[in-house]
């Protein structure tokens, strides 16, 4: 398996295929988590748009579309957000490479931590994002809920 990451740029035109490899990825939370997970709100009309408004990263495996991250740049910190990685690929460290291309582009900005949010019932991506050096610094309920719904993790950047 040779993975390559690239950028989402113009000239990427699966969205689509980037779309389905997102629900299949998160397909595992649908029956864990409420509310249900705002991936099922994308088209890939939505995903273009958002590719072009923050920088995404694809990884491939050959023509095959591997995982995915998508990175928005903040005040003091790279928030990261839809991280996918294909289900029959995962354990390969596609993860972890979509995860220093964070870094780097992180750096790039001249920001210094990495940010993301992770649902409150999804305990074993706590312990994989915590494995990754990331540590919890909030709790946080989406609109209409009175229970914590995700938490919000960060990682300082050496």
Known sequence: MTIEIRRVDQSFDRHGDLLELILRAFAYMDWRIDPPSSAHRLTPALLKEKASQECAFVA????????????????????????????????????????????????????????????????????????WGFHKTAENRHAGFDRTTSIEMRRELE
């Open 60 to 131: 491939q495996d050959g023509g095959r579309l591997a995982g995915c991250i998508f990175l928005k740049p903040e005040p003091d910190a790279l928030y990261i957000g839809k991280l996918a990685v294909e289900p029959t690929m995962q354990g390969r460290g596609i993860g972890r490479r979509l995860l220093v291309t964070a870094e780097a582009t992180a750096r790039e900005h001249g920001l210094k931590a990495l940010r993301l949010e992770t649902r409150i019932e999804l305990i074993e991506n706590h312990r994989v994002f915590s494995g």
